[in-house]
Structures are given as C-alpha cells and as structure tokens.
C-alpha cells in the first residue's frame, strides 16, 4: 500500500450469496492487503450462509442487527458492537438471528483465498 486509502463499504460492488446474502470484499491481496482479508456482510432476517469451515479463526464484528453463528443445533448471538470468534476447523454458519438485516465484519488473517469466490458471484442491485 503506498498511501492511506479510506474505504467505503458502500463504493464497493456486493455480492449476492446463498441465503440472500449480500458480501463486498474490502480487503484482500488483490485490493493491496497482503495479509488480510475483511468482508463487509448483509444478512437480511431469515438468511443464512451455507455451512463450512476454515483453516484459520475467523472473527465478525457486528455493526447492526444481530448476527449469530450456528454450531450444530447451538446459535451464538451477539449484538451491534460484539464479536464473535470462530475457532479454526470449527463448522458453522453465520445467521441473522433477529428481526431486522445483520450486518458484520469478517476479518480473516492469514487470507483464505475466498475472496475470488465471493467475487465470481453474481452483482446485487442497490
């Protein structure tokens, strides 16, 4: 990175997801960050991410709602200005488990690579 950048969640493209999830990838390798990657996620009520696991912890910062994260028939909620920390090889799937949109943070450090992923789906509409 040669100078300060100031990214803006809503000037990068989002991603559409199973579940009616909505994903922008603010940071990775390919944005300028060698060893980061941070997602900026949208969960509308009753949406979900399909199941799976990482090779590294996995951290979310709740910005809005209340997001949970499924272990098996375990939901952990946590609310605007929590975290939640996801052990490596643990299976889970991130949840909106309240009544209005969650939105997160994912923080991934090392990157998982995922992000030429997210990027291969298709464009939400604004």
Do not use: C, W
Request: overall charge negative.
């Amino acid at each position: 990175m040669e100078s300060v950048r100031i990214i803006s969640p809503q000037e990068v493209p989002a991603h559409l997801g199973a579940g009616g999830r909505r994903t922008r990838v603010l940071l990775d390798p390919e944005t300028g960050h060698p060893g980061l990657e941070l997602y900026h996620v949208e969960l509308a009520p009753g949406a979900s991410s399909e199941v799976h696991t990482r090779d590294h912890a996995e951290a979310l910062i709740v910005l809005d709602g209340v997001a949970g994260v499924k272990t098996g028939e375990t939901l952990h909620r946590a609310e605007a200005g929590e975290v939640i920390l996801i052990p490596a090889g643990i299976e889970h799937r991130h949840v909106n488990a309240g009544e209005e949109t969650a939105r997160f943070l994912g923080i991934f450090a090392p990157p998982t690579g995922n992000a030429a992923d997210v990027r291969s789906r298709p464009l939400a509409e604004d």
